[in-house]
């Protein structure tokens, strides 16, 4: 289990078949998913309203199981690690300005990696049970935000660890290639390593949040297994033939990303996620250090909007990487530009479609 405070006023579990309608305010409830006991479960707790306000968190074992997937580890002279690549943040208006959009396929490498991409969302789809009604309109799956049925607290979780569970591949993959690179040619890699390493140090942050929140049963964990292996290796093998289409998937695959989370967003707002939209709900104290939240800015709707900023950074990053010239071109996001040409420095949250090569390198 993975909880961010532990909750000893606990009711008696109660089964429930969809958390986000079930929850009640006196009683612990937990729910399956994927139709299978055994795969990831997430369950709310509450206290009595005479004991005042408590916080809630998501549970896979019973309340008087309650800990800490990872605590931090407890050493005789060190407090704690700080994280390599600290956040920069984000203001609010920054967070808010990021919208869904999608890059229509240009040539044949773009849709390849499109298509790619579409595939995964419905294997995706298919395997963290998302039904027909809960599916956005097929024509505009990118942007398209309404569904007939939204998704549970449960349905998000399961849908947020497996997503990020692969999101954290392709930077380490492509940095480590290029890497090598760098060493087997005896160049400079102009910037791009340590991009794409904070990008898959980024996304593990992300996975590392949601497991604060939730535990993965034995099915979800040998799907995330299965799921990775054969990610790693396509991704090796696909970086090494054609990166310019490697990264352009990858964009694509932010563009999901932003769409998720946006619909999210949009579900918690309107009220169809209950426990997220509960001011009380209390965040991992992991997100709160990280990005670095400030007070009253800490609810379950912040969070995403931290997250979802983000993934449209990895979005632009990765869709103008894959319009540069892979071994020569130096990485536009870390370089200092000449003074004359200042307007032409690239911010990635800005342009979800990324830069063309003669925008940022002239």
Not at 76 to 96: D, K, S
Request: hydrophobic share 40%.
């Amino acid at each position: 289990m993975i909880s961010t405070q532990v909750n000893t006023r606990l009711c008696s579990p109660k089964q429930a078949t969809q958390l986000g309608r079930a929850l009640a305010p006196l009683c612990l409830h937990q729910v399956s998913v994927l139709g299978n006991p055994a795969a990831l479960r997430a369950a709310a707790a509450a206290q009595q309203h005479q004991h005042g306000p408590a916080p809630r968190t998501f549970s896979t074992t019973s309340a008087a199981r309650l800990r800490d997937f990872f605590p931090p580890k407890e050493t005789a002279y060190i407090r704690q690690t700080p994280p390599a690549w600290p956040h920069h943040g984000w203001t609010e208006q920054e967070m808010l300005a990021v919208v869904p959009e999608h890059r229509k396929p240009k040539n044949v490498g773009d849709w390849v990696a499109w298509k790619l991409v579409r595939l995964a969302r419905w294997g995706t789809d298919l395997a963290t049970g998302i039904r027909a009604d809960q599916q956005v309109d097929k024509k505009n799956p990118t942007t398209a935000l309404k569904a007939t049925e939204p998704l549970t607290e449960a349905q998000w979780l399961v849908r947020f660890i497996f997503l990020e569970s692969i999101a954290g591949v392709p930077g380490m993959v492509a940095g480590m290639l290029r890497h090598l690179g760098s060493l087997r040619r005896l160049k400079r890699d102009n910037g791009w390593i340590e991009t794409l390493l904070e990008e898959s140090y980024n996304e593990r942050m992300h996975l590392l949040t949601f497991m604060k929140m939730c535990e993965p049963g034995w099915f979800m964990k040998t799907m995330i297994l299965g799921a990775q292996g054969v990610f790693f290796n396509a991704m090796f093998a696909s970086y090494l033939v054609a990166p310019k289409i490697t990264h352009r998937f990858v964009g694509y695959l932010e563009e999901e990303a932003v769409h998720t989370y946006t619909r999210c967003i949009q579900e918690i707002e309107s009220g169809d996620l209950p426990m997220w939209s509960d001011p009380n709900f209390q965040i991992p104290e992991l997100a709160i250090n990280y990005w670095r939240m400030p007070e009253g800015k800490r609810t379950m709707r912040d969070l995403i909007l931290y997250i979802r900023a983000d993934e449209a950074v990895h979005r632009g990053v990765n869709h103008t990487l894959s319009n540069l010239n892979q071994k020569e071109d130096p990485n536009p996001f870390v370089s200092d530009y000449k003074s004359s040409a200042d307007g032409h420095k690239p911010n990635p949250a800005l342009k979800p479609t990324g830069y063309e090569r003669e925008e940022v390198i002239g």
